[in-house]
């Protein structure tokens, strides 16, 4: 099977890391992107090299999915290891392992801790949990990659805290523009749910008391849902299954062909199926389909179990952004959830991770009342707090002009060259986390930064990179930025240091005034 570009590099990345010597490593793709395809090729290359591999993960169909698309695309068989199956005596390289399995003392004694030369973690967002680390700690030599749809937990546990890197992430924007998954348009639906008095188990809702708190609104929900969705193949997430059955009753007293699956579910194969094949317009569920199921059809998908998990949401968001043929889009709808505890999941989180951008996204969402493209909403929102990142510059600037005048605040360089990533900047692994070295500052007050205000050795890490790649292209520097930008003339960050080094001795000739001939506002370097 020929690999998608990104899918080769990730490849390459992957196998990179284990070389420079990052035995743990992350790989994070969307959903409907191929993550199992890609990982699949790394355990062929591995298992060229003589590697036994162990495939790890929390669900059937996850371990299926992973035996089928090893065979089909690599030709490779596996053996098995979850309930009453066993891999021992087999002389299989590969083996696909359940965790609840693996994790008993009576199984994984039988497997010598040098066993497993590599390990694949699917959905390795739970990688952190006891269970897995029992199994991952138990093979304390053995490479691992870790594969996951988004690299955030509900309670915050740092994935950074077992991984060494992040080798490859393909963002969901970038899948959509380059025209493998479907472009997704949000609708916030003006219908306030108060949940403000449910508890917290585990860092997110307790979904029995979600249950109690969503009842009341169960009617005016199905009643937005037989208005929005009534040519669209949907699917809706509910946090307790007799809720799920409830509703879906519900959903059929308003016209719809609806019907639900759950984990006790004796036929549920059929109703899977049938939902596929077009005998129901919706299909409800209590979380039974966030992973391992795919209905590319799918064209609209309804969360109403609000979470504060981005891997939780991305995974049941997941199940509409694969393409189909006369899939024009996925309709998200997104209802205004009343929570004073936690900070929730919101269309815009599956797309950005700056946290103001997403709280702009949300905001305008809500009062825009119409459905929204997301890429479009978030540029929107970018512009935003772009403008409201400004103007509390103006005022930062006023309370540090007479420290270090000298050096150019990090904010206004960010500001002064336009750059996203840094504006963006989250810390994910440890080491980005704690504080910035001494040589860190150094540097940076080198390039002419104000290193006081960078709260971290990632950011720090971060902004000396951009600082040497401009510098090797020729860029204005910092001081050259701020200097000019003092005189009023705009997008300086754009110039080169030549244009910049020109235009700075004219102003000093002319006794440090801007030539009465230059308007600073529309100036445009001619190189």
């Known amino acids: 099977m020929q690999l998608r570009p990104y899918q080769e590099q990730a490849r390459e990345a992957i196998e990179s890391e284990w ?48 035996s089928d698309k090893l065979y089909k695309a690599c030709g490779l068989t596996t053996a098995t290891e979850m309930a009453d199956q066993t891999s021992i005596g087999s002389n299989a390289q590969i083996v696909v392992g359940s965790v609840q399995t693996m994790q008993g003392d009576k199984r994984l004694n039988q497997f010598n801790p040098d066993y497993f030369d590599t390990i694949v973690v699917d959905e390795a967002h739970h990688a ?108 809706v997430f509910l946090p307790l299954v007799q809720m799920a059955k ?23 194969e059929t109703i899977i199926n049938d939902f596929a094949n077009g005998k129901y317009q919706v299909l409800c569920n209590s979380m039974l389909l966030t992973e391992g199921w795919d209905c590319p059809e799918v064209d609209c998908i309804v969360v109403l179990r609000p979470t504060r998990s981005r891997a939780l949401y991305t995974q049941m968001v997941g199940r509409g952004t694969r393409l189909a043929p006369n899939k024009k889009e996925l309709l998200l709808l997104d209802f205004l959830w009343n929570t004073e505890k936690l900070e929730l999941c919101h269309p815009a989180n599956l797309i950005t991770n700056d946290e103001q951008v997403a709280k702009k996204m949300t905001d305008n969402q809500a009062d825009s009342g119409q459905a929204t493209d997301l890429e479009d909403a978030e540029e929107q929102a970018e512009r935003d707090v772009i403008r409201e990142r400004e103007e509390s510059l103006k005022k930062r600037l006023e309370e540090v002009k007479y420290r270090k005048r000298r050096l150019v605040d990090p904010l206004q360089f960010e500001m002064s060259i336009q750059d996203v990533d840094l504006a963006n900047y989250q810390p994910a692994f440890g080491w980005e986390m704690g504080p910035a070295s001494d040589k860190q500052k150094q540097t940076l007050e080198k390039f002419g930064i104000n290193a006081d205000s960078i709260n971290n050795a990632g950011k720090a890490s971060l902004l000396i990179n951009r600082l040497i790649k401009r510098q090797q292209n020729g860029f204005a520097t910092a001081k050259q930025i701020h200097l000019l930008e003092r005189y009023g003339f705009q997008n300086v960050g754009m110039w080169s240091i030549e244009d910049a080094k020109q235009m700075i001795a004219r102003i000093a000739a002319n006794r440090w005034r801007v030539p009465f001939q230059i308007n600073v506002k529309t100036y445009v370097p001619e190189h």
Do not use: M, W
């Open 19 to 66: 070389t420079n010597g990052n035995r743990k490593t992350l790989l994070v793709l969307p959903t409907g992107t191929g993550k199992t395809i890609v990982f699949a090729k790394v355990i062929q290359d591995c298992v060229k090299n003589g590697d036994r591999v162990l495939v790890l993960a929390h669900r059937e169909e996850l371990l299926t999915q992973a």
């Open 128 to 235: 952190v949990s006891d269970s897995y680390q029992k199994v991952l700690s138990h093979f304390p030599d053995a490479k691992v990659l870790g594969v996951t749809a988004t690299a955030d937990r509900s309670d915050r546990k740092n994935l950074g805290q077992y991984f060494d890197s992040l080798a490859y992430e393909y963002k969901l924007p970038q899948a959509i523009k380059d025209g493998y998954l479907t472009p997704i348009k949000a609708l916030t639906i003006p219908l306030t749910l108060d949940i403000s008095q449910v508890k917290q188990t585990a860092g997110d809702y307790s979904a029995h008391q979600l249950g109690d708190a969503l009842a009341p609104y169960l009617e005016q929900i199905a009643d937005e849902i037989a208005k929005q969705c009534q040519q669209r193949k949907t699917v």
């Open 246 to 268: 409830d509703f879906t009753n519900l959903l059929q007293e308003h016209g719809l062909t609806a019907t639900e699956v759950d984990g006790t579910s004796e036929n549920r």
